[in-house]
Each structure stands twice: as C-alpha cells, then as structure tokens.
C-alpha cells in the first residue's frame, strides 16, 4: 500500500509538472529562426514549447470550433489586421503585463495583443524611369496621381497586407477619399495584381512597372541573396522610397502575437512573449527576418539599415484600427475592381 502510495505521488507530480512546464504555441509565421528562439527560451525557463503551424485561416478556424477544448495558448501571426480581426470575435484575453507594457508603445498594441516585431510597407521604384522631382513630397496618396497611370504593381485587394495599408487610409482619409483612391489606384495598375511581395519588385526590376509597393524585409531577403542570385540581381536594379514624410510618415504593421481566452497555459504564454520583447530575442528577430525591432536599444539588420534609418514612421495611426477599418478598405478595394 505505501509502494502504491508512492507511485501514485510521483505520477501526479509528474504530470503536473508537465502541465506548469509547457506552452502551446498556434503560429502563422513560417520562420525556422522562430523555432531557434523557442529553443532558447525553453533552455533559459524550462518551459517546454509545443508549436502548430499553419496558415492564419486554418489555424483561426481549429481555435474556434475546439473552443474550451483547443490546447492552443498564444496565436502568433503576422499583420496587426489579422490580430484585430480574431480580437474582435472574442478570441483573446488581456495579454498584457508590466514587462510588456513598458517594452511596447501603446500604437503597436491592444490590452490583448502585442506587436514583437515592425515591418514597414513601402515604394520601390526605378532610378532609370523614375526622377527624383517625380518621389519629391511622394505619399501612398499619390499613387492614385494619373501620372502613374500604367506605371504601379501592387499585390491583390485580398492580401493582408494591402487591406491594412487601406484601412490606414480609412482612418486618416475617410471612406469616401479611399474608395475614390482605390479606384485611381487600379486605374493605373500596370498589370492586373498578382504575385507575392518579390513579384512586385522584380516587376520592376524587369521593366514591367516604375514603382511597386511591398514590405521591406522581402527588398531585405533578396538582397541577402537567399532567394537567388537572379532576384539578388533584380533587387539591386530598384531603389526604395519611404513615403510621407512630410506628414503622418511611413506606414508600419507588426508580427504579434496575444493569449487565447481558453489557454490552459496563460501565465507561461506571458513568459513567452516577455521573453520575444528581450534584446536577445529581438536581436535574433531581425537578423533572421529582416523586420524591424518593436523595442528600443535593438538595431535592424544592416541590409535594412541600407535602406535608410532615420525616416518618419506613422507612429499617430495606432495599429489597432487596422482590423477595425478592414472591412470598409476590402469594400473600397472591391468596389474599385481591384482584383
């Protein structure tokens, strides 16, 4: 009877402990270097890391039809849009502590969610077709100017990235002012949208396009050369442009991250992203992404510092009325025949 008293002590504290020692990580992002942090996180706390990945929608609709059985304990993903989005279905918990608050500027983050990193979205454009007197005061604003008719590419009205950038422009325009540039926007469209982000700048590159919007790590990832010498060669042939930066400045977004409301593991879910918010975990962000750090006293990777430091981000525009405004940006979008 005491033997089986004893068995009976460890097995409960066994699993205990492999309850309080583990987070379940629900992530979208489709970085190797993220799984490395996790490793070095599990070393410096002990806490094991669990990780599901997949895409955003996939993943979003498992959390939701598991509910109160999902195991999921932090959903991380790229685009402050999508964040707001899954926010507002009640997905979330408050996700915020001390470390967190004092490391993250109120713009680029909810009581329930939290940027871990910054990426901006930006112009790139010719330097054999594209004069200087042309990007002179230059803002997304512009872009719907007829004399860029024929000469734009930029990606589908359906990716993420594009419905944020509108919603931007939603909320400092208004409805009426963005639908009416959406549709100056397609008006001068070189091509119908497609392709990724590098499809857009190699657009250019080939003479397709004089000017091309895409986020600045994949301008970053082709320079570096891990997608080719052939795309290193095209990235090479382009300049970017940070636009308004005579007013609210350049548009940023996040990767981020908040804790679900059913997650069984919310006080080591906090942990995690504490741990995502430290220098060393930030420092390991942008050498292997590309993206911008979302805390002070973290330098960019020096490919990004290439292309310019000290230019004006939209710091007034809080990245949380980006899943607010989306809905009316896609209705824009549409509206537009922006395809």
Same mark, same amino acid.
Request: with cysteine.
């Given at each position: 009877?005491?033997?089986?008293? #004893? ?16 987070? =379940? ?37 498992? #959390? ?9 304990? #932090? ?18 918990? =408050?996700?915020?502590?001390?470390? #967190? ?163 069984? =593991? ?21 050498? =292997? ?51």
């Amino acid at each position: 009877m005491k033997k089986l008293t #004893i068995i009976l002590f460890f097995m409960a504290l066994f699993v205990n402990m492999s309850f309080a020692a583990e987070v =379940n990580v629900f992530s979208a992002r489709h970085y190797d270097s993220d799984i490395q942090l996790y490793e070095k996180f599990t070393a410096k706390t002990g806490i094991k890391v669990n990780i599901v990945s997949g895409k955003d929608k996939a993943l979003q609709k498992r #959390i939701t039809e598991e509910g109160e059985d999902s195991k999921a304990d #932090i959903y991380i993903t790229a685009d402050a849009g999508r964040l707001g989005a899954f926010d507002a279905k009640g997905m979330f918990q =408050n996700s915020m502590t001390p470390a #967190i608050k004092a490391a993250v500027p109120k713009n680029f983050r909810s009581n329930n969610w939290t940027g871990i990193a910054k990426r901006a979205r930006i112009m790139y454009y010719s330097p054999e077709r594209v004069s200087a007197n042309e990007l002179n005061g230059m803002t997304y604003e512009g872009l719907a100017d007829p004399r860029w008719k024929g000469r734009v590419v930029i990606r589908k009205s359906n990716n993420i990235y594009n419905q944020s950038l509108v919603a931007s422009l939603v909320k400092n325009n208004g409805k009426k002012s963005t639908c009416e540039w959406s549709k100056g926007i397609v008006a001068n469209m070189a091509r119908d949208s497609k392709g990724n982000d590098r499809a857009q700048i190699l657009a250019v590159a080939a003479g397709e396009a004089d000017i091309a919007v895409a986020n600045t790590y994949y301008y970053a990832l082709m320079l570096s050369g891990q997608k080719g010498e052939e795309q290193q060669a095209a990235a090479k042939k382009v300049l970017p442009f940070f636009p308004n930066q005579a007013d609210r400045g350049t548009h940023m977004n996040i990767s981020g991250g908040g804790i679900l409301k059913t997650a069984p =593991n919310a006080d080591n879910a906090k942990k995690l992203l504490e741990f995502l918010l430290t220098k060393e975990a930030q420092e390991h962000i942008v050498n =292997n992404t590309f993206e911008y750090p979302i805390i002070d006293g973290v330098e960019p990777h020096d490919l990004v510092k290439q292309m310019g430091l000290g230019y004006k981000q939209d710091l007034k525009t809080k990245v949380v009325n980006y899943g607010k405004n989306q809905a009316t940006a896609l209705e824009c979008m549409l509206a537009a025949s922006w395809k």
